[in-house]
């Protein structure tokens, strides 16, 4: 645009511009700078750390579901009872959902799928424990809740 258009605006006093206005340190400053990462890409390993954590969990859940029926008679429960008590894994899938989100974006998303996974392999360790049904539900939420918050980013 030519220098009398009106639609230019001249650079406030003391304003940093682009072009041959900025001095030599100022342009050295910025091409030390790192290129900023395309928002688009996820970072340098993520993908390897996701793909990790989905595998671990779909391992230790392969491994633990292969054990209801050994739950379900050392509890004693009807597979009714039984049925109802399974529902917390997703009973607590649905509830940490919504929140994982704002979790990720306050803690960012290393911190919060490290504490998932660290509660999820207790949760599911805890399975073999519960002396009861109401007990085995809360343990599965409290594991639905680490296993959505842990690979739902």
């Known amino acids: 645009m ?3 258009d009106p639609r230019t605006v001249p650079a406030a006093a003391g304003s940093r511009t682009s072009g041959p206005d900025r001095s030599a340190e100022d342009r050295r400053s910025m091409q ?31 491994q633990a579901l292969a054990r209801v029926p050994a739950v379900r008679d050392a509890l004693g429960v009807d597979k009714a009872q039984l049925g ?14 919504p929140f994982t989100g704002r ?3 306050r803690f960012g998303s290393r911190r919060v799928v490290l504490l998932a996974v660290v509660v999820g392999c207790a ?18 939420v409290v594991t ?9 980013r």
């Open 123 to 140: 949760g599911w360790g805890a399975v073999a424990l519960a002396p009861s049904a109401a007990v085995l539900m809360g343990t599965l």
């Open 32 to 62: 030390d700078r790192e290129p900023p990462r395309d928002a688009g890409q996820p970072a340098r390993g993520s993908v390897l750390g996701v793909m990790v954590v989905f595998a671990a969990a779909g391992f230790v859940m392969g």
């Open 103 to 105: 979790l990720v974006d």
């Open 2 to 4: 030519p220098a009398d």
């Open 84 to 97: 109802l008590a399974l529902m917390g894994m997703g009973l607590g899938s649905l509830l940490a959902m």
């Open 144 to 152: 639905g809740v680490a296993s959505a918050s842990g690979t739902w």
